[in-house]
């Protein structure tokens, strides 16, 4: 397959399996964050978007479908919750119905476990036909379409805290498996603080002996409410990679060798990589998605190129932040002085360099 017809996937949530682990830069900051995540205890996996949190969770998933000394692993992303924002400003009951949606999802993602293993979901809800996977699944559509009726109250019901860690127990004692791992991505949800606050109530209440949550968050901004406490009821697990640290220039290149350069040479001078690696500044996504349009991008050369998706990404992360800004009133003033600082070191900058270019311009006028 040529670089023009190589597939470039950015988020894990759309790799395959097979293509997730194939694809993996092993290094000893990755096996760390892998390591914690099959561990006991709940966990916070913290990083902005693009570091690889949920390729990390499903990696982990992946690898515990396959190797029965592991634990149970389930694994289930939250990622169209806002589609249920909706119901906070015409539901009366939306936290309830959020929290339903929460577990619903879980209990799906237990259906979703057996199907990866090739296992039947026979007995699964001994016999109660309302939780069956294609009641859930019509009760999850219709909520994520932000539609609640009055039938949905008697499954409701049954969609309980008890009844997911029951449920987790009994396949547990099934597939011999002693503990589990709860893998909860995308759950920063951070433009919705109420529910924010009643997703990580549900993260205290499934922690047990047996079952360790661990749950994808944004630094900074998600909010947990004043019933979590972050240091007292989990440990935090950074998920991005410091452009400082020994190993980044190497694990940079390992990635975008193994996603876009496996049948050749990839069409980026090497001097061209190396800047984008810092410039995506410990975010493999950014880096992939800078690599790719610089590959796709016209320009005479490849400096014009490289200035192109430099503009392209720095005008990308200004509308995120203004976006940001917008959506949390509470971070605007701080947002507004990271950009006063960045106009400031931008100008410092600019005026070094005119006296550097000045200097060199008087020693070779004297010589």
């Known amino acids: 397959m040529s670089i023009d017809e190589k597939e470039y996937e950015e988020r894990a949530d759309d790799i395959e399996y097979e293509d997730l682990e194939r694809w993996t830069v092993e290094s000893e900051f990755f096996n760390r964050i892998y390591k ?37 692993a389930i694994y289930v992303s939250f990622n169209r919750y806002y589609y249920l924002e909706p119901f906070l400003h015409k539901a009366p009951n939306a936290i309830r119905i959020f929290h339903t949606w929460v577990l619903s999802k879980i209990l799906l993602s237990c259906y979703e476990f057996l199907s990866d293993i090739e296992e039947s979901a026979e007995n699964l809800f001994d016999g109660e036909s309302l939780l069956e996977r294609k009641n859930l699944e019509i009760l999850v559509f219709q909520l994520e379409k932000s539609e609640f009726y009055d039938q949905h109250d008697e499954l409701i019901s049954k969609v309980t805290i008890h009844r997911i860690i029951a449920t987790i127990e009994y396949l547990e004692i099934k597939f011999g498996r002693n503990r589990t791992i709860l893998l909860l991505d995308d759950a920063a949800l951070n433009f919705t603080p109420d529910y924010m606050v009643k997703f990580f109530d549900i993260f205290r209440s499934l922690k047990a002996v047996n079952i360790a949550p661990k749950a994808s968050v944004y630094p900074g901004i998600t909010e947990y409410g004043s019933r979590f406490h972050v240091s007292q009821d989990t440990e935090s697990v950074q998920c991005w990679l410091n452009i400082k ?50 590959i796709e991008s016209e320009g005479d050369t490849p400096q014009q190129r490289f ?33 006063d600082l960045y106009d ?19 020693k070779i006028q004297r010589k």
């Open 245 to 294: 640290d020994e190993e980044y220039s190497q694990f940079m290149s390992g990635l975008i060798s193994k996603r876009l350069s496996e049948d050749g040479e990839l069409p980026v001078p090497e001097d061209i990589t190396e800047l984008l690696k810092y410039a995506s500044f410990g975010v493999p996504r950014r880096f992939i998605a800078m690599i790719r349009s610089f």
């Open 36 to 72: 914690k995540i099959i561990q006991r205890g709940a966990k916070l996996i913290v990083g902005p978007r693009g570091t690889g949190k949920t390729h990390q969770m499903k990696f982990a998933y992946y690898k515990c479908l396959r190797d029965k000394k592991l634990p149970l």
């Open 307 to 339: 200035n192109k998706v430099i503009n392209e990404q720095k005008q990308f992360i200004t509308d995120e932040y203004l976006s940001l800004s917008r959506k949390l009133p509470q971070y605007r003033d701080m947002i507004k002085i990271g950009f």
């Open 344 to 362: 400031q070191i931008i100008d410092t900058i600019v005026k070094k360099n005119k006296k550097i270019k000045k200097k060199q311009r008087k």
